[in-house]
């Protein structure tokens, strides 16, 4: 397990001071030019589902046990059929190798040896060839594009890359309200102005460690992992990367998916249990309960608290969540609610973009320490003893019977 948080002699000097993944944040806002911090760490319109996704962990308040004997401590768990040292994953995160040099490759190697699932973003800038190489057993988030021709090309290059999990994001027919981005000067691709350029000379850390290394190393970065050949730049003029042309999309499309895809389907964005009910009638092999990070529709329901409706609806297919987790308490208080595990994402893009695969394991370091010592101090030795009866929660909270 990496150093622990409060000892410094084994870290790079930036993490000296990053002792929760809430301290990652701030770093990385100094670290990152403008635009690009934007793009990670904003919601959209009001950011009330930002906001909410953090705040409903506040009114859920934990019940410990005592004299329990919990020498025996374990938080190894299993999802579609494979053993994970920890009840968390990476989510996926669009444009990562722009926060951090091959960051999806970096995320990629930290869940392999952390032995966590780490899912790779559609919106990456690596091929997705070369992140399944580095890690054989991260999963693949698709965006659907707009046909189904070019659905089935798409699944058909992740199944040759070796992803034997594929993850379809499903809350994104349109896209959201982009103006937080607007505001800070992203645009997707970047437009090269002088604004651009200011950017890149008072940020000399994040120009010469991650976008000048990466132009030496790689080439220019480009959008590489659409269905067909055509490859757009990451910085580029008069070229607009597709974001529409998903709104006709319909459960249709994930039953073609499903006769096509041999291997595990997993539906993203999901949080109204009529949509876990239908996911579950179409032989979907589990769903990610998430409201996109606060990133699409502003004044979605936090997805803690519909953990215990979906629950009730999926019956017993794995169930995910992810959308505001920053503590181990709030890995328990999901699992306790009903969810069977957790995926994670800014902390660890923040973690990357400081100090690469040092910054990663340092992040999924603190979470497990965190997660084991909430064990302890609940009286609880394995996640199978986790049930409502650990929980306060509040009446518009569903929670399963115990």
């Known amino acids: 397990m990496p150093t622990h948080p409060h000892s410094t002699c084994k870290l790079p000097r930036v993490l000296h001071r990053i002792v929760a993944l809430d301290d990652l944040e701030p770093a990385a806002r100094r670290l990152l030019p403008k635009p690009i911090f934007a793009y990670v760490s904003s919601g959209t319109e009001t950011n009330a589902s930002l906001r909410n996704n953090r705040s409903a ?18 938080q190894a768990t299993s999802l579609l059929g494979r053993h994970y040292r920890h009840p968390f994953g990476i989510a996926p ?26 899912i790779m ?22 965006y659907l594009p707009p046909s189904a021709e070019r659905i089935r090309t798409l699944v058909d290059r992740a199944a040759r890359a070796g992803f034997g999990t594929l993850v379809i994001t499903v809350d994104s027919a349109v896209r959201g309200n982009p103006e937080h981005h607007l ?15 200011w950017q890149g000379l008072t940020h000399p850390r994040w120009t010469l460690g991650t976008f000048l290394r990466t132009l030496v190393h790689c080439g220019m970065p480009h959008f590489e992992n659409r269905d ?9 003029r008069n070229v607009v990367r597709e974001f529409s042309g998903r709104s006709h999309l319909d459960w249709a499309d994930i039953a073609r998916i499903r006769d096509q895809w041999r ?8 949080l109204h249990p009529a949509d876990a009910r239908e996911a579950r009638a179409r032989g979907i092999d589990g769903i990610i309960l998430s409201n996109h990070g606060g990133r699409q529709l502003d004044g979605a329901v936090t ?7 979906i629950r009730g609806a999926l019956g017993d297919l794995p169930l995910m969540v992810g959308s505001g987790f920053r503590r181990g308490t709030d890995v328990l208080n999901a699992m306790a609610l009903g969810a069977d595990f957790v ?8 973690a990357a973009a400081l100090a690469g695969q040092a910054g990663v394991a340092h992040a999924i370091g603190i979470l497990a320490r965190e997660i084991d010592s909430a064990m302890g101090l609940l009286g609880l030795n394995s996640l199978e003893e986790l049930g409502p009866d650990q929980l306060v929660v509040p009446a518009d909270f569903p929670v399963l019977p115990p």
């Open 57 to 74: 962990f506040e009114r859920v308040e934990l019940l410990p046990r005592v004299l329990r004997n919990v020498s025996a401590r374990t």
């Open 183 to 197: 505001r800070a000067g992203f645009t997707s691709p970047l437009q090269p102005d002088l604004a651009l350029l």
């Open 343 to 350: 995926f994670v994402g800014r902390p660890f893009n923040y």
């Open 121 to 142: 973003s559609g919106s990456s800038l690596m091929r997705m060839e070369d992140v399944a190489q580095a890690n054989p057993d991260s999963w693949f988030q698709a």
């Open 263 to 270: 291997g595990h389907l997993v539906l993203k964005g999901i």
């Open 303 to 309: 997805p803690l608290r519909m953990i215990g409706a």
């Open 93 to 118: 995160m669009g444009v990562s190798a722009l926060t951090a040099f091959q960051g999806d490759v970096v995320l990629a190697r930290s869940a392999r040896d952390a032995a966590i699932p780490m």
């Open 228 to 236: 067909a050949d055509t490859r757009v730049a990451v910085v580029a």
